[in-house]
Every structure is written in structure tokens, then in C-alpha cells.
């Protein structure tokens, strides 16, 4: 046609660039806080400092933006700011190959990736970009440990840890990974002994393990709760005799104390204070190298399931008070000292793990649980159902879970054990041997002892000239002029800590410091905070669940508790999205299948490729990248805009009465598609979202082809188009509405409402006949289906007893009209 050929080509690369800058010089997406309005904190995770933005990155925030732009158009004021995350080891490990100063590096890095980011064309409010490495930000962290320490939630332990032998530093139980690898190296972890700072996260484990009031997908609240690891059991108490030891007793927690009768030996974690006291000379050699070899191992490997348990016997015995018997006391590295006493009772005739360590060692397998039917037979096997109670004195005949109760009763009352409460859940570790964190802000004094810097000299700068390769010790060890320093408290010569804060710290609180980012009296604007906080919608990985989304609730609750915020929950609502392979695989550099958006921008341009993120699969769970997807997303984007931009001429032989019924439909499906994307917007259904606009396109096309309806009906479904348009295709839609001479910006438009009447289905009567005689009418929707009318028709009551015990010999169908049965 002659037309399109007239109208100028879809150029996303000028239009993009133009309205970008555009936006940032007119400060178009600038948030202050509006009592006018409701809030909405639309917040995506904040990206790593690794250098490039990737795919990844890209279907995390686009979509993000575009829900965060649905909101704004609504009439929400709302706030989506970004920033990055840049403390920790990736950086720190990056710069030391690359030879360069980490600060530089990630600096580098931010530049980049900042760049990068605005390409999205997203509503980030920039005057808001916080920088965890930067002074500015990490003060306030350091103000955060010290809030922390003042509540008594922060405290120094020596305690062993997971230690990397390649990365030279401590790792948390999360970086531990696989048959017990360093997840950054792979290198097999070891355990070592350090004085650490710890955060009371325990003390938050019921609260933590309460999800109401948050609406979080249902597997991570799961895999929360499982780090928790909360369970219910009974401590009972052993009895020690031994000359000259002090120690009375052997504490284990048990979750099974019907099978108490049945303990034919104790294992003490190999760490264990009593293990020393208790073994006997003639085992010490023995005892002692086996703590040496345990001590290699990390904890994912003691408790791998795969790995054969071995022990050592040391030499003495404690007794079991419900029946008086002797019990040897042993120690294996499959017990571990965090978790419950340290201690755990072997039952081998009940446990597998206890069935094969006495079978190895050759110790007794009492039974004193009987399967139904037992005879008095050795067991083949570990038995771990439920049973009834033999070999078990006055609890003989009892069905075992009465005997939980009744067992822990008793122990009870004999002042023998208690019913308690056990956690997997660590408190947390923060402390790194480092060089690029936070340094934590204690003083130690020879006369004052541990000494919190006063908040007036925060921040502790992380100096610039420290040698940070790793050593194994904290590099800033080495750093005179960091490390002495004076007492605050009385003036004398003092040390500072040379440990630096885990960046899991930094994350916990960023989302705060963006509502007052240069506020200087404080980590945050109280006021600002109250206006803002909780975020509304949190979006971003999965991988997340234990780490980051647990220490950030904790965080808030410890906060909280300290009187700086009110709120119980820093999200609200919870949203990962999947991700995005290429060839039915993962992208790696490895396997040379990474897309690089840049690429795809610069080719297609932003706006197609945001849009094809949001079609290829349901957010929630992502999808393969697909060359020839993109190009038919991109196609249809220049069908929108030659759509737009043709001159539209309604055919004059049109007459009244079929302009009137084509104006009709096409109010109809507009006011259905306002309604339908509506919809999918509120749900992040982004894919069906996106399908729906398309088809929405298709229709227009037709009834630009027909020309029925009057320029003006016309022109109203096109602005339509534009504004649902306008979230995802940002760029597109502005340069449109310009072009169709409205007033800038689009992006300040609300958003369309529809119409339920406009948008209710067209409904015609179906005229129901048996044999040629009419027996019933039907409401119908125009473009039903023959054996729609059908299945409808055969189902009235009043069609059907024409129909019973008849063979159906005809079906004559009019359209939307009438359906007639031919019976004999
Ligand atoms: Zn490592
Ligand atoms: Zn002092």
C-alpha cells in the first residue's frame, strides 16, 4: 500500500537514546514521598558488581519495571530504585587475578553496569542509586553492627568454622556445598577454630519460622523453615561416676524417648568439652587423632549419608537411669557440636545410622520397639515405624507414641529430663578474614577490653593501601596504621578488629537506606521510611531463600526490637522469577551459549527485547532464549507502529447501520482487552499479558483493512493500544504519542479503565428444533461452535426428553441461528 510506504520507519535505536535522555534531563521518573497518592515500593534485588549485565540481569528488571510503570500509571506513587551490591569476595577474588585494587575494579564495574542498566529505559529513580562499598553507605552498616552490639545481639565466640584452604577464609554453612566444597573453588573445605561475631539470629527462629501477613511463594517459606529446622523432643540426662571428674552427667536430646530402654552406646561430637575430662589414659593416642581427622572435614561431609560412620570408643561409661545399665561412651564425627547437645544416644535396633555403627563395632541391638507380629527375633534391619514397647520395664505394652509422652513424663518427675525444643538454625557468623568488607567497629584495650568505636568516628574507613591477598589471617592484621589505635574509653593504646563484615550484612538493610540516600543524621529518614517501607513487591532469584530473604527478615526484626523501625517484615509480597537458557542449557561462559542482550539492544532495540522477555515464558518459571521469537516479537512492534502512524479512511460506501455494529465489536474487544491486561498485570502473567496485545494488534489490522468504523472510534481503541502498550514498550509508545500530537508524557497518562457493559459479551438466541418443531431458546455467544450448540442444546431439559431413547440421524446447523435434531 502507498500509505505504508509514506510512513517512516520504526528506528528504536534514534527513539530510544532520544527519549532516554529526555526523561533523565526532565527528571520524569524522580519519586517524593505525596500524601495525595498511595505508595507502592516496587523493589528488584540489586545486582552483584561482577562487571556485565547479563540476560539474567535483563529478566529480573525489565519485567520488574514494567509492573513497577502499571503501578505508576494506576496512580500509585511509586518507588523503584536500584543500586548495587558491592563488597565480597567475587569482586575481591576478580581483582587480585586482574592484579588491581578491588575498589577499582568494582568502581569500573559500577560504571558499567549503571550504563547498562539505563539502556532498559526503567523507571529507576538515579538520585537514589546507593553503592555498599562506598563510606557513605558502609557507616551506616557499621552504625547497624553497633545498634546490634548495644542490644546485646552481637557477641565475639571462639567456635569452629568452615575454612577454605584456597580462598583462605571463613566460609558460612550456606557456601558449603556438594560432598562439602567450597562453592566459590570447589576446593574440600576444613574446620579451624577462630574467635568470631556473631548475630543472635536464634533468637528470632520462632518468629522467623511465622510467615502470616506475607504473601511469599509457598516453597520458599518451605525451605525457610527447613534452615530453621525446628523440632520438638525430650533432653534426658545419663549418669557420669567418675573419681575426680566434676561432671555429672550426659545431657542428649532425643526426639524418640520411647526408645530410651534401648541405648546401647553414647556418641559425643568429637569437639565436645566433656571428651577431654572423660577419656581414658590408654585411649588418649587413639581419641586424639581421630579429633585431628575429623576436624578436616567439613560439616556437610560428616553428615554426607554416603560416607560410612566410624567412631572411637574412649574408654568410659556413663549409665542409662531408666534400667541401670552401663553405657560406653564413644565419639564420631557424624556428631556435630551446634546441633542439639552435641550428644546423640545410639539406639541401633530404632535408627538406621545407629543400626550400622553397632554392626561395625559389634554393640548390642536391642529391640524396644516390636514390629507386629515379633517372635523375639534378631532384627535384619533398623525398625522405625511405629511398634509396641518391649525390653522397656513398667512401659512394656504400650503403643510407642504414648510412650514419647509417658516415657518423658516420667523422666520428668524423677528430675532425669525435660521436654525441650531444638533448632537447627546457627546463630551468624559475620565475621571475614578479609579485605573487602565493612570493618567491623570494635576496639579491644588491654584495660577496657572489648570497646564498640563511638559513633561520632564512623565510619571506620576500610584503608586503600592494605596489602589484601589472602593469607588466612585478616589482611588488615598487617596494617599498622588501621590496626593502632587509642581507647575510646580511657586514651590507651588499643587495637582494632581486623575482621570484616559478611556482605550478607550490607544487603540486609539496603532497602531502607534508598528512601533518604543522603540523609545524614541517621542510616535512614524515620519518616521516609514510615512512608515507604515494607516494599510492596520484592522481585528476584530463588537462590535467595535461605540467605539474603532470611538475614533481611531477621535483620528487621532485630531492629525492630531496638525501637528504629515499626514493621515486622521488610516484603511483602515475594516473587522469583526463572530463568532464561539457551539451547536447553544454562548459559556459561564454558559452554559458549550466552546471549548477550547489549547485542540484541543495539540490534532490535530495548523495547523488543523487553517485550520478548515477557512473552517467552511465565516469569515464574522462564524459558529458552529463541532467535526467530525475538524477531517475530520485534516484527510485530514495527506492525504496531505502522499501525499508528497510516493515515486510517473509513470506506464511504459504508452504511449506517454496519458502522454502527462495527463500532460496537470493536468497543467490545478494546474494553475486553483493557480489562484482560489489566488482569494479567496484576498477576504477573506477563506472557499472556503480551499475547493479548498482539491478538489485540491482529484485530485492529483487520478493521483498518475494512475501514467500518469512523476515524474517531478509530483513533480511541488506537490510544488504548498505546497506553496498555505503554509498560512494556516504553520508548515505542512515547515516541507514538508524541507523534499522534497528545501531550508528553505518556508515561504520566493514567491508566485505561473499562467498561463492563462495553466489554460484556455479545449474546445472540439460538433457536432450538427437534424433528422441525421448536422446543427451546438459548442465549449464546455469537461465534459458537456447531458441536458447542450442540453439547448446550442436548443439555436442556426441555430439548432432552425429545431427545431420549432416540438415535440422533441429522444435526442441521445455522450458525449462531438455529440447531435442529433429526430424530427417529
Ligand atoms: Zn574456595
Ligand atoms: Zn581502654
Known amino acids: 500500500m502507498s500509505e505504508s510506504m509514506m510512513v517512516t520507519r520504526y528506528n528504536p535505536q534514534e527513539i530510544e537514546s532520544k527519549w532516554q535522555q529526555k526523561w533523565a534531563d526532565d527528571r520524569l521518573y524522580e519519586v517524593k514521598e505525596d500524601d495525595t497518592r498511595p505508595k507502592w515500593y516496587a523493589l528488584t534485588m540489586f545486582p552483584y558488581t561482577s562487571g556485565d549485565l547479563h540476560i539474567g540481569h535483563w529478566y529480573a528488571m525489565a519485567p520488574s519495571d514494567v509492573h513497577a510503570r502499571f503501578k505508576r500509571m494506576q496512580g500509585y506513587n511509586v518507588l523503584h530504585p536500584m543500586g548495587f551490591d558491592a563488597f565480597g569476595l567475587p569482586a575481591e577474588n576478580a ?19 549503571r550504563r547498562q542498566l539505563r539502556s532498559i529505559g526503567a523507571i529507576y529513580d538515579w538520585s537514589r542509586e546507593v553503592v555498599t562499598c562506598l563510606p557513605e553507605y558502609y557507616q551506616w552498616t557499621q552504625w547497624f553492627f553497633l545498634k546490634l552490639y548495644e542490644a546485646g545481639l552481637a557477641y565475639r565466640d571462639k567456635s569452629p568454622v568452615n575454612w577454605c584452604p584456597s580462598c583462605q577464609t571463613v566460609l558460612a554453612n550456606e557456601q558449603v556445598i556438594g560432598e562439602g566444597v567450597c562453592e566459590r573453588c570447589n576446593t574440600p573445605v576444613t574446620r579451624r577454630d577462630l574467635e568470631q561475631w556473631f548475630f543472635r539470629i536464634t533468637n528470632y527462629a520462632d518468629e522467623l519460622m511465622d510467615h502470616t501477613g506475607i504473601d511469599w511463594p509457598e516453597r520458599i517459606k518451605i525451605m525457610q523453615n527447613n534452615w530453621v529446622g525446628k523440632s520438638y523432643g525430650t533432653e534426658i540426662s545419663f549418669a557420669l561416676d567418675h573419681p575426680g571428674i566434676e561432671d ?3 545431657r542428649v ?4 524417648p520411647d526408645t530410651t530402654f534401648g541405648v546401647t552406646f553414647m556418641v559425643l561430637a568429637p569437639e565436645h568439652p566433656l571428651v577431654a575430662r572423660l577419656t581414658s589414659p590408654d585411649k588418649k593416642a587413639e581419641v586424639d587423632a581421630y579429633i585431628v581427622k575429623s576436624r578436616r572435614q567439613s560439616e556437610i561431609e560428616r553428615l554426607s549419608t554416603e560416607k560410612e560412620k566410624d567412631g572411637v570408643f574412649i574408654g568410659t561409661y556413663c549409665t542409662n537411669r531408666l534400667n541401670g545399665e552401663k553405657v560406653p561412651i564413644w565419639i564420631a564425627d557424624y556428631v556435630l557440636l551446634g546441633y542439639g547437645t552435641g550428644v546423640v ?9 545407629d543400626f550400622a555403627f553397632a554392626r561395625k563395632y559389634n554393640l548390642p541391638i536391642p529391640v524396644v520397639i516390636a514390629p507386629p507380629g515379633w517372635q523375639g527375633e534378631e532384627l535384619e534391619e533398623a525398625y522405625i515405624e511405629p511398634g509396641t514397647m518391649v525390653n522397656s ?9 504414648q510412650g514419647v509422652k509417658d516415657v518423658s513424663r516420667y ?4 528430675g532425669w529430663g525435660k521436654r525441650t525444643v531444638s533448632y537447627r538454625l546457627r546463630d551468624w557468623l559475620i565475621s571475614r578474614q578479609r579485605y573487602w568488607g565493612a570493618p567491623i567497629p570494635i576496639i579491644y584495650c588491654d584495660k577496657c577490653g572489648t570497646v564498640p568505636v563511638p559513633e561520632k568516628d564512623l565510619p571506620v574507613l576500610l584503608p586503600e593501601d592494605a596489602e589484601f591477598k589472602p593469607t588466612g589471617e585478616s589482611p588488615l592484621n598487617y596494617n599498622e596504621k588501621f590496626v593502632n589505635t587509642t581507647c575510646p574509653r580511657c586514651g590507651s593504646p588499643a587495637r582494632r578488629e581486623t575482621d570484616t563484615m559478611d556482605t550478607f550484612m550490607c544487603s540486609s538493610w539496603y532497602f531502607l537506606r534508598y528512601t533518604s540516600p543522603h540523609y545524614h543524621p541517621s542510616a535512614f529518614d524515620p519518616e521516609k521510611v514510615n512512608y515507604w517501607l515494607p516494599v510492596d513487591l520484592y522481585t528476584g532469584g530463588a537462590e535467595h531463600a535461605v540467605m539474603h530473604l532470611f538475614y533481611a527478615r531477621f535483620f528487621t526484626k532485630a531492629i525492630r526490637d531496638i525501637g528504629l523501625v515499626d514493621f515486622d517484615e521488610p516484603f511483602t509480597r515475594l516473587f522469583n522469577q526463572g530463568i532464561i537458557i539457551a539451547g536447553k542449557h544454562k548459559m556459561s561462559k564454558s559452554r559458549g551459549n550466552v546471549v548477550t542482550p547489549d547485542e540484541y539492544v543495539a540490534e532490535m532495540g530495548t523495547d523488543t527485547v523487553r517485550a520478548y522477555l515477557m512473552f517467552v515464558a511465565p516469569w515464574e518459571q522462564g524459558g529458552e532464549w529463541n532467535d526467530s521469537g525475538i524477531v517475530g516479537v520485534n516484527r510485530w512492534l514495527n506492525r504496531v507502529w505502522n499501525l499508528v502512524l497510516e493515515e486510517y479512511r473509513k470506506r464511504p460506501e459504508t452504511g449506517e447501520d454496519e458502522t454502527a455494529v462495527a463500532e460496537k465489536e470493536l468497543a467490545r474487544i478494546t474494553h475486553q482487552t483493557i480489562k484482560k491486561v489489566t488482569e494479567d498485570l496484576e498477576k504477573i502473567r506477563f506472557n499472556v499479558m503480551i499475547a493479548a496485545l498482539m491478538e ?6 483487520k478493521v483498518m483493512e475494512t475501514g467500518a468504523v469512523t476515524p474517531a472510534a478509530w483513533r480511541t481503541s488506537i490510544d488504548h493500544l498505546l497506553l496498555l502498550l505503554a509498560p512494556s514498550t516504553p520508548h515505542l509508545t512515547e515516541e507514538l504519542w508524541e507523534r499522534s500530537g497528545y501531550e508528553y508524557s505518556i508515561h504520566n497518562h493514567s491508566w485505561p479503565q473499562w467498561d463492563r457493559e462495553l466489554a460484556k459479551d455479545e449474546e445472540v438466541t439460538l ?6 418443531k421448536l422446543r427451546d431458546r438459548l442465549a449464546v455467544p455469537p461465534a459458537i461452535t456447531e458441536s458447542e450448540a450442540r453439547q448446550m442444546a442436548t443439555e436442556r431439559p426441555r430439548v432432552k426428553t425429545h431427545l431420549d431413547n432416540k438415535d440422533i440421524v441429522n444435526v442441521i446447523y445455522v450458525p449462531g441461528k438455529l440447531i435442529n435434531f433429526v430424530v427417529r
Not at 98 to 111: A, E, L, S
Not at 253 to 256: A, K
Not at 393 to 401: D, K, S
Open 393 to 401: 520395664g513398667q512401659f512394656n505394652g504400650l503403643p510407642n507414641e
Open 696 to 701: 489485540f494488534t491482529n484485530y485492529l489490522s
Open 253 to 256: 536430646f532425643t526426639t524418640r
Open 345 to 353: 544416644m545410639g539406639v541401633p535396633a530404632h535408627d538406621e545410622r
Open 248 to 250: 555429672k552427667e550426659i
Open 411 to 414: 523422666l520428668e518427675e524423677k
Open 767 to 772: 433457536v432450538i428444533q427437534v424433528n422441525g
Open 95 to 113: 581483582a587480585i587475578k586482574r592484579g588491581i585494587h578491588p575498589f577499582t575494579w568494582t568502581m569500573q564495574n559500577v560504571d558499567n553496569m
